[in-house]
Each structure stands twice: as structure tokens, then as C-alpha cells.
């Protein structure tokens, strides 16, 4: 019965979603106040009814209610509550659910938020989110509906992909989806702006704190998978360049490229065109990673058994939406080339550089990802592109970008003097090369390559970072109290950039001095690796609620003094009849060690895999402070100010843009 | 320098940069480019020599042996036409099973023996590579209407 609430609920929402779509669209057009005041509401009350679908099939799993289809399909009654819950989003149907209620949700967020706007361009936003919501919804009531009534009911269901039987699974799908679906705010905002003819510099405002959110959570979703991968698939790896994960990859590229070029569109009313291109892309990319994600087109680590025909109908969507907003962007787009003027060397050319980098860079990994697409669609042959691709291609495009950034957050805005920059970052250039002076001493010029670049452009950029504080707060006659006086805005974008700092040292230091080893061990083997025994003390049974486990127990210690006690175990599912790996880890700021188990062998020995990694923690270390650089990039109050100020001109402008 | 001169500059900058991403792009596609071949394929003889490839198929049952000591494992593959024996010596990935459909990466010794690098299965125990269902495909259709 409440499996039908859902259903209806989703028909409902979908019907509202029409409403929300159509209505303050024409009446934007047409000036009609009336039809636009139907935007809210409509938007509010289809976010009422997900959310009520979502907690109908919520209810499902959490009273496994196994006449579902989707729930027997990906739960059972021996799975933890937590995991049952989590299991909404364990295949298809359910992450698609997720999928409309953020998308429900950000919209609702913008009626509440979005107060001090125009009328017409508030309306338009919103009937754009509305569109896209109609798309997906559709999508799920006519392809992929979770709740479908399986009769007779099994009497058990067929339990959730051990895989994702994990805390950090839990959490990394809502937080990516948050990040996607956010950038299709910063989407709607375009072709508002585009729609209304209002290219100027408030929309590039109003845009900014909507897209570092998503760009946020889009930052801490990566991170989360990297590290669920780290440590729950077994290989210790954090980074495959696999399909699924470049799909999210690419949107926080050119999501990155976006934030940076909408701070130049707002301050100095450049780049208006290339913003708006990037907008419509990082929305369009996003599409893209849903779509690659759940057509099993690719051959991916992460690709669960999918369904290619509904590939079909969420590509034929991404050409309706991405392809209607590219038509709007050459019909309507901003005509005059002839925007602000700025010198080479500025901040402007810098962040253009940049965003031209990271475009590059997308670029790169999207051939990569689809190239071997391609290649068989035409019969050509099966291939596939392997990671040193994408090591090869990103390490050349990411140096300059590095030494750009230091450069591009230290340059004036409009005109700065070449000398005046190399005047005032001589320390910072004499920090690089104590650091390069230092690791080559340390490492040896030859071998140590990767480890000198990765360090020096660290150092680059946290010199940079300090350099441009210290700048900053000269100018005041009290330093000390204008370091605490920094703006938010200033914060954040210093925090973010220590964050890609710390992540480079991660990466470098983990990919260049990480050690793994493979080998057969029996209880009181020890083998020696990086300066740490590693000793296999004894393995016991270790059987859960709904598997049944071997437990193996690794003594560690450092020239004869323990330092961790490790436990890795093997775990069988025995409803999927699936075998999973839980790494032993001691995790440490400077390195963490790492023990595996492969297979049973004979006479109680295992396959085991010992790794020492350096740093990698680091990796997501960097991840939060990018993360966090950008919410305190939000909490600025110039974004509230500014919405004060249009509330006091809501009237005008409101009248202005009912006019147009 | 003029707005004309300006414009001049940085479109040649733009280009040059495009240029030169878009050499990198192509070397190391060159050098990092997979092929997939099944058993049927090899048999054939379609596979370029002393290339890395990734061969793919079901491992057959009862194929799988390992080398008493150390971690060396033998198994064979088979697209259902032809087999084809492979040696990989590491941790073989969980859902590594007889009769699941698997890839393997790496090349052929001189003794005509497949030497894996790597061997990846999927996530999902319903789950085959796409490259092994079109092999497999392959062979029943070939099977079904023999000319």
C-alpha cells in the first residue's frame, strides 16, 4: 500500500514538475506576473512529493518488503538497518530516485534562497531545473520504476552488493549526486541569463555561491570514493582512471574552470562568454557521467550490471537539454567580444590560462573515456586506455596550471607588471629552490624526478599562498588585526589552494615512494618492507550477520618496537555468493601501512599483499581543505549583501524584467 | 601593443598550447592503446607479436593450478571455440572464480604461454566484460550456421 503512496507520490511529482516547467516559463516571457508566482509553489510541492516517493521505498527496505521487486533485488532481511536504508541507492532505480530528490531539493533550496532576484529570472531558473526534473522523472516512471510489484513475493531477497555493504558507501552516492545535480543550478542560471538577455555581471553573482556549493560537495564526493576504493576494494589503490571515475572527474575539472572564470565575469564582466559555455558544459558533463555510469556501455571496475536501453533515453535527453541550451547560448549569447579590457599580464589572463588548461585537461580524460567507445561503435576493434594515458597527458597540462595559480592569485586585477610579480615573489621562487635543492639532495636528481617537480610546485604554491596574505595584509597599518579581518571570499581561496598543495604532495609522494608487495604467507611469516616487519601472528574465524569470515592478525614493528597491530579479513557473502577484501590499515599522518589478504593457500597460508604508502593521506587531506576553502568561499557576506541590496530594487527590477 | 596585436597573440598562444596538448595526446595514445583479442582471435593469429594485448574469455573449470610455492597460478581460458593458457603470478582479484568471465592483461612468452600482468573480474558476480559476451557471441553464432 505504501509502496503504491510512493508511486503515486512519483506521478504527482511529476505532474507538478509540468507545471513548475511551463508556466513561469511563458509567463517570463510574456511579463505575467500571476503565471510566475507559480514557480515557488510548484517547485515546493514537487520537492514534498519525492520526498514523500523517496520515504515510501525507504519504508520498503527498512520493512523488507520483498513484494518490491527493487527490494528483492537489493536487500535482505539478515542486512543491517543501515545498510538496508543505504541500499535505496544500491542499483539503478533507487540512485535514480536519489538523483530527482537533490535535483528537488536544490530547487526548493533556490525558492527559499533566491529572495532578493528579479522575478522573471527567479522564474526562469526554476522552470529550467523543472524541465530537467520532468526529463528524469519520466525517465523513471516509464523505464526504471522502483517501485514495481514483483508477484508472488520471494521470500528473501537477493541482498545489496557486498561491495557497497560499507559506511563509506553509505554516504559517497548522496554526497557525489549533491554535486552533480548542483551544477544543473549553475546550468539553470545560464539559460535564465540567457533566456532574459541579462549577460551582465549580476547573474555571474547570483550564480556564485550555488556553484562553489556544488563544486564542494562534488570535491568531497570524489574524496570519499577515492578512499572508499582505498580501503574496500583490496588494492590499495585511490586513483584507477577508471570510466566511472572519470566521469565524475571531468565535471570537477571544468566545475573548477567555472568557479574561477564566474569570479572574473562578476568582478572585473569578462569572459562572459566562455562562463556561460562552461556552465552549460559542466551540467552537460554530468549528464554524461550518469549516463556512462548506468548504460554499461564501459568496461569499468565500478560497472554493475546495467541495462543499455535506458543508456538510450538518458543520451537522447542529454541532446535535448544540452543541445537545446547550446542553440539558446548561439541565438541569444553575449554578441559583443569587445568585454573589459585587461592587460597579459593580469589576474585575467591568468585565470583565461587556466580555464583553458583545465578545459584541456577534461578534454584529455574525456577522450580517453570515450575513445574506445568509438573505436567499437565502428567496428574497429575493442580497446582499451590504460592509465599511463592519463598519467602521460596530465602531469605536462597540471605543471603550468600549478605555476599559473601561484602567479594568477598573487596578480592584480586588469594590469600588473611582470617585474613588479617577480619583485615580489622572490621568496616565494627562493622557497622552490631550497625545496628542489633539498629533495635532490635527499633523492638524487635522476631517480627522484617526480618526487622534485611534485614538491617544488607544492611549494610553490603554499609561498604563493602566504606571499599573497602577507600582501594583503600590509597594506593595512595594523598586519595583525587585517589577518584577522581577511575576508571569507580571500580565506577560502587560500584554504582551497593549500588543499590542491597538499593533495600534489599526497599524490607525488604516495605514487613515487609507495611499496606493495605480493606474497605467500603462513602464520609466523615476516617480511621486511620499507623499514617495517611486517609478522603474520594468527588467523581466526570472524563471521558477521550476513557473511562468513577469516580474520588474519599482522604484528608491525620498526627496528624491533611494535608499532600496529593489524587485522585483514576475508569475507564471503553467501546470499550473492561474493567474496570481499577488508584491508588491514594503520593509518598515519606520514604514511599508512597496509595488509590484504588474496586466497587461502595450502597448509594455512595466505596470498597476502603488504604495502607501505607514504603520504596518502594526504590525498584527502588536500580534498577537505579544497572542500572547505569553498564553504568559507560561501559564508562571504558580500553574496548576502548583494541580495539585500536587489531586494531593495526587487521592485524595479522585477518591473524591468516583466518588460522584456 | 594594440587590442588588434593583443588578440593576434593570444590566439597564437591558444593555438601553440592546442598544438602541443594535442601531440601528447596522440603519443601517448600511441603507446598506451589495448587491444582485446579473444582465444578465437589468437588462434587465428590476428594478434600482433611482442605487443601487450588483453585476452579475455570464461577461465575453464578445473583449469585453475598453483604452484605450490610462491604465487604463481596457471588457468585457461576459453571463448567456448578456442583456450588458451594463462600464468599470472600475484593476488588474483576476489571475484576471480572458474567459469567467470575474466580479462587478462599482458603478452605471449616464447613458449606460447600468456603472461598476465594483470587480471581484472568484475564487481558483480552477474556481470561479464562486454568484450567476453561479444566473444562468446561470437562463437555461438559462428557455431549455430557453420559455412
Given at each position: 500500500?505504501?509502496?503504491?503512496?510512493?508511486?503515486?507520490?512519483?506521478?504527482?511529482?511529476?505532474?507538478?514538475?509540468?507545471?513548475?516547467?511551463?508556466?513561469?516559463?511563458?509567463?517570463?516571457?510574456?511579463?505575467?506576473?500571476?503565471?510566475?508566482?507559480?514557480?515557488?509553489?510548484?517547485?515546493?510541492?514537487?520537492?514534498?512529493?519525492?520526498?514523500?516517493?523517496?520515504?515510501?521505498?525507504?519504508?520498503?527496505?527498512?520493512?523488507?518488503?520483498?513484494?518490491?521487486?527493487?527490494?528483492?533485488?537489493?536487500?535482505?532481511?539478515?542486512?543491517?538497518?543501515?545498510?538496508?536504508?543505504?541500499?535505496?541507492?544500491?542499483?539503478?532505480?533507487?540512485?535514480?530516485?536519489?538523483?530527482?530528490?537533490?535535483?528537488?531539493?536544490?530547487?526548493?533550496?533556490?525558492?527559499?534562497?533566491?529572495?532578493?532576484?528579479?522575478?522573471?529570472?527567479?522564474?526562469?531558473?526554476?522552470?529550467?531545473?523543472?524541465?530537467?526534473?520532468?526529463?528524469?522523472?519520466?525517465?523513471?516512471?516509464?523505464?526504471?520504476?522502483?517501485?514495481?510489484?514483483?508477484?508472488?513475493?520471494?521470500?528473501?531477497?537477493?541482498?545489496?552488493?557486498?561491495?557497497?555493504?560499507?559506511?563509506?558507501?553509505?554516504?559517497?552516492?548522496?554526497?557525489?549526486?549533491?554535486?552533480?545535480?548542483?551544477?544543473?543550478?549553475?546550468?539553470?542560471?545560464?539559460?535564465?541569463?540567457?533566456?532574459?538577455?541579462?549577460?551582465?555581471?549580476?547573474?555571474?553573482r547570483w550564480a556564485r555561491p550555488w556553484t562553489i556549493l556544488a563544486w564542494v560537495f562534488l570535491t568531497f564526493?570524489?574524496?570519499?570514493?577515492?578512499?572508499?576504493?582505498?580501503?574496500?576494494?583490496?588494492?590499495?589503490?585511490?586513483?584507477?582512471?577508471?570510466?566511472?571515475?572519470?566521469?565524475?572527474?571531468?565535471?570537477?575539472?571544468?566545475?573548477?574552470?567555472?568557479?574561477?572564470?564566474?569570479?572574473?565575469?562578476?568582478?572585473?564582466?569578462?569572459?562572459?562568454?566562455?562562463?556561460?559555455?562552461?556552465?552549460?558544459?559542466?551540467?552537460?558533463?554530468?549528464?554524461?557521467?550518469?549516463?556512462?555510469?548506468?548504460?554499461?556501455?564501459?568496461?569499468?571496475?565500478?560497472?554493475?550490471?546495467?541495462?543499455?536501453?535506458?543508456?538510450?533515453?538518458?543520451?537522447?535527453?542529454?541532446?535535448?537539454?544540452?543541445?537545446?541550451?547550446?542553440?539558446?547560448?548561439?541565438?541569444?549569447?553575449?554578441?559583443?567580444?569587445?568585454?573589459?579590457?585587461?592587460?597579459?599580464?593580469?589576474?585575467?589572463?591568468?585565470?583565461?590560462?587556466?580555464?583553458?588548461?583545465?578545459?584541456?585537461?577534461?578534454?584529455?580524460?574525456?577522450?580517453?573515456?570515450?575513445?574506445?567507445?568509438?573505436?567499437?561503435?565502428?567496428?574497429?576493434?575493442?580497446?582499451?586506455?590504460?592509465?599511463?594515458?592519463?598519467?602521460?597527458?596530465?602531469?605536462?597540462?597540471?605543471?603550468?596550471?600549478?605555476?599559473?595559480?601561484?602567479?594568477?592569485?598573487?596578480?592584480?586585477?586588469?594590469?600588473?607588471?611582470?617585474?613588479?610579480?617577480?619583485?615580489?615573489?622572490?621568496?616565494?621562487?627562493?622557497?622552490?629552490?631550497?625545496?628542489?635543492?633539498?629533495?635532490?639532495?635527499?633523492?638524487?636528481?635522476?631517480?627522484?624526478?617526480?618526487?622534485?617537480?611534485?614538491?617544488?610546485?607544492?611549494?610553490?604554491?603554499?609561498?604563493?599562498?602566504?606571499?599573497?596574505?602577507?600582501?594583503?595584509?600590509?597594506?593595512?597599518?595594523?598586519?595583525?588585526?587585517?589577518?584577522?579581518?581577511?575576508?571569507?571570499?580571500?580565506?577560502?581561496?587560500?584554504?582551497?589552494?593549500?588543499?590542491?598543495?597538499?593533495?600534489?604532495?599526497?599524490?607525488?609522494?604516495?605514487?613515487?615512494?609507495?611499496?606493495?608487495?605480493?606474497?605467500?604467507?603462513?602464520?609466523?611469516?615476516?617480511?621486511?618492507?620499507?623499514?617495517?616487519?611486517?609478522?603474520?601472528?594468527?588467523?581466526?574465524?570472524?563471521?558477521?550477520?550476513?557473511?562468513?569470515?577469516?580474520?588474519?592478525?599482522?604484528?608491525?614493528?620498526?627496528?624491533?618496537?611494535?608499532?600496529?597491530?593489524?587485522?585483514?579479513?576475508?569475507?564471503?557473502?553467501?546470499?550473492?555468493?561474493?567474496?570481499?577484501?577488508?584491508?588491514?590499515?594503520?593509518?598515519?599522518?606520514?604514511?599508512?601501512?597496509?595488509?590484504?589478504?588474496?586466497?587461502?593457500?595450502?597448509?594455512?597460508?595466505?596470498?597476502?599483499?603488504?604495502?607501505?604508502?607514504?603520504?596518502?593521506?594526504?590525498?584527502?587531506?588536500?580534498?577537505?581543505?579544497?572542500?572547505?576553502?569553498?564553504?568559507?568561499?560561501?559564508?562571504?557576506?558580500?553574496?548576502?549583501?548583494?541580495?539585500?541590496?536587489?531586494?531593495?530594487?526587487?521592485?524595479?527590477?522585477?518591473?524591468?524584467?516583466?518588460?522584456? | 601593443?594594440?587590442?588588434?596585436?593583443?588578440?593576434?597573440?593570444?590566439?597564437?598562444?591558444?593555438?601553440?598550447?592546442?598544438?602541443?596538448?594535442?601531440?601528447?595526446?596522440?603519443?601517448?595514445?600511441?603507446?598506451?592503446?589495448?587491444?582485446?583479442?579473444?582465444?578465437?582471435?589468437?588462434?587465428?593469429?590476428?594478434?600482433?607479436?611482442?605487443?601487450?594485448?588483453?585476452?579475455?574469455?570464461?577461465?575453464?573449470?578445473?583449469?585453475?593450478?598453483?604452484?605450490?610455492?610462491?604465487?604463481?597460478?596457471?588457468?585457461?581460458?576459453?571463448?567456448?571455440?578456442?583456450?588458451?593458457?594463462?600464468?599470472?603470478?600475484?593476488?588474483?582479484?576476489?571475484?576471480?572464480?572458474?567459469?567467470?568471465?575474466?580479462?587478462?592483461?599482458?603478452?605471449?612468452?616464447?613458449?606460447?604461454?600468456?603472461?598476465?600482468?594483470?587480471?581484472?573480474?568484475?564487481?558483480?558476480?552477474?556481470?561479464?566484460?562486454?568484450?567476453?559476451?561479444?566473444?562468446?557471441?561470437?562463437?555461438?553464432?559462428?557455431?549455430?550456421?557453420?559455412?
Amino acid at each position: 500500500m505504501i509502496a503504491e503512496l510512493g508511486h503515486f507520490a512519483l506521478t504527482m511529482a511529476l505532474a507538478l514538475a509540468v507545471l513548475q516547467a511551463v508556466f513561469p516559463l511563458i509567463g517570463a516571457q510574456r511579463g505575467d506576473v500571476s503565471w510566475m508566482s507559480m514557480a515557488k509553489p510548484a517547485a515546493r510541492a514537487q520537492c514534498v512529493f519525492v520526498v514523500l516517493a523517496f520515504a515510501a521505498l525507504a519504508h520498503a527496505f527498512a520493512n523488507n518488503d520483498f513484494s518490491l521487486a527493487y527490494v528483492a533485488a537489493n536487500s535482505n532481511s539478515a542486512l543491517p538497518l543501515a545498510y538496508r536504508l543505504s541500499a535505496i541507492w544500491g542499483a539503478h532505480e533507487g540512485s535514480l530516485l536519489l538523483w530527482v530528490l537533490i535535483l528537488a531539493l536544490w530547487s526548493a533550496a533556490v525558492t527559499f534562497k533566491s529572495g532578493g532576484l528579479p522575478m522573471a529570472f527567479v522564474s526562469r531558473v526554476i522552470a529550467v531545473m523543472g524541465i530537467i526534473s520532468v526529463g528524469f522523472l519520466l525517465f523513471m516512471l516509464f523505464t526504471s520504476n522502483p517501485f514495481l510489484r514483483q508477484i508472488p513475493p520471494p521470500l528473501d531477497g537477493a541482498d545489496l552488493n557486498p561491495l557497497l555493504q560499507d559506511p563509506g558507501l553509505i554516504i559517497h552516492p548522496p554526497v557525489l549526486y549533491t554535486g552533480y545535480v548542483g551544477f544543473s543550478v549553475a546550468f539553470s542560471f545560464a539559460v535564465a541569463a540567457l533566456l532574459g538577455g541579462h549577460l551582465d555581471s549580476a547573474w555571474a553573482r547570483w550564480a556564485r555561491p550555488w556553484t562553489i556549493l556544488a563544486w564542494v560537495f562534488l570535491t568531497f564526493g570524489i574524496a570519499l570514493g577515492s578512499w572508499w576504493a582505498y580501503y574496500e576494494l583490496g588494492w590499495g589503490g585511490w586513483w584507477f582512471w577508471d570510466p566511472v571515475e572519470n566521469a565524475s572527474f571531468m565535471p570537477w575539472l571544468l566545475g573548477t574552470a567555472l568557479i574561477h572564470s564566474l569570479a572574473a565575469t562578476e568582478k572585473r564582466d569578462v569572459f562572459k562568454n566562455w562562463t556561460i559555455l562552461l556552465a552549460i558544459s559542466v551540467f552537460a558533463l554530468s549528464l554524461l557521467g550518469t549516463f556512462m555510469v548506468r548504460s554499461g556501455v564501459l568496461t569499468s571496475v565500478h560497472a554493475f550490471a546495467t541495462d543499455p536501453t535506458r543508456g538510450v533515453f538518458i543520451l537522447i535527453f542529454l541532446g535535448v537539454v544540452v543541445g537545446g541550451a547550446l542553440a539558446l547560448y548561439a541565438w541569444r549569447g553575449p554578441r559583443s567580444l569587445a568585454s573589459a579590457d585587461f592587460a597579459p599580464t593580469s589576474r585575467e589572463s591568468f585565470l583565461l590560462a587556466n580555464s583553458v588548461l583545465l578545459s584541456v585537461a577534461t578534454a584529455t580524460v574525456l577522450l580517453g573515456t570515450l575513445y574506445p567507445l568509438v573505436i567499437d561503435a565502428f567496428g574497429l576493434g575493442k580497446i582499451s586506455v590504460g592509465p599511463p594515458y592519463f598519467n602521460a597527458v596530465f602531469v605536462p597540462v597540471m605543471t603550468p596550471l600549478v605555476v599559473l595559480l601561484g602567479l594568477g592569485q598573487f596578480a592584480h586585477w586588469k594590469r600588473d607588471h611582470f617585474d613588479r610579480l617577480l619583485a615580489a615573489l622572490k621568496y616565494p621562487l627562493f622557497a622552490c629552490v631550497l625545496i628542489a635543492a633539498g629533495t635532490t639532495a635527499m633523492v638524487g636528481a635522476v631517480t627522484g624526478v617526480e618526487a622534485i617537480l611534485g614538491l617544488v610546485l607544492a611549494a610553490w604554491i603554499v609561498s604563493t599562498t602566504v606571499r599573497g596574505i602577507v600582501q594583503r595584509c600590509r597594506r593595512r597599518q595594523r598586519p595583525l588585526d587585517a589577518l584577522l579581518d581577511l575576508p571569507p571570499n580571500f580565506v577560502g581561496q587560500a584554504v582551497a589552494h593549500l588543499g590542491v598543495a597538499v593533495t600534489i604532495v599526497g599524490i607525488t609522494l604516495v605514487s613515487a615512494y609507495g611499496v606493495d608487495k605480493h606474497l605467500r604467507m603462513a602464520p609466523g611469516d615476516a617480511v621486511e618492507l620499507a623499514g617495517y616487519e611486517f609478522r603474520f601472528d594468527a588467523s581466526r574465524d570472524a563471521t558477521g550477520p550476513n557473511y562468513a569470515g577469516t580474520e588474519a592478525q599482522f604484528t608491525v614493528r620498526r627496528n624491533g618496537r611494535q608499532v600496529a597491530i593489524l587485522t585483514a579479513q576475508k569475507r564471503h557473502y553467501a546470499v550473492r555468493n561474493a567474496t570481499m577484501t577488508e584491508a588491514g590499515i594503520d593509518a598515519g599522518l606520514t604514511r599508512d601501512l597496509y595488509v590484504a589478504l588474496g586466497e587461502p593457500l595450502d597448509g594455512g597460508a595466505w596470498s597476502v599483499r603488504v604495502s607501505v604508502k607514504p603520504f596518502v593521506r594526504w590525498l584527502w587531506l588536500g580534498a577537505i581543505l579544497m572542500g572547505s576553502g569553498g564553504i568559507i568561499a560561501v559564508c562571504d557576506r558580500r553574496f548576502r549583501r548583494v541580495i539585500s541590496r536587489a531586494t531593495r530594487g526587487s521592485k524595479d527590477a522585477a518591473a524591468t524584467a516583466g518588460a522584456t | 601593443m594594440t587590442p588588434r596585436r593583443k588578440r593576434m597573440v593570444s590566439v597564437v598562444l591558444v593555438l601553440a598550447g592546442m598544438g602541443v596538448a594535442t601531440g601528447l595526446i596522440l603519443t601517448a595514445f600511441e603507446k598506451n592503446l589495448m587491444y582485446f583479442y579473444s582465444p578465437s582471435e589468437v588462434a587465428a593469429g590476428e594478434v600482433p607479436a611482442g605487443r601487450s594485448f588483453r585476452l579475455g574469455g570464461l577461465v575453464v573449470e578445473g583449469s585453475v593450478l598453483r604452484s605450490p610455492q610462491g604465487l604463481g597460478v596457471w588457468f585457461t581460458l576459453s571463448d567456448l571455440a578456442e583456450e588458451r593458457v594463462v600464468y599470472y603470478e600475484g593476488i588474483l582479484p576476489d571475484l576471480f572464480r572458474e567459469g567467470q568471465g575474466i580479462i587478462a592483461k599482458g603478452q605471449f612468452n616464447n613458449t606460447g604461454l600468456f603472461v598476465a600482468e594483470e587480471v581484472l573480474a568484475k564487481h558483480d558476480e552477474n556481470y561479464m566484460p562486454p568484450e567476453v559476451a561479444a566473444a562468446l557471441e561470437k562463437t555461438a553464432a559462428a557455431g549455430s550456421n557453420p559455412q
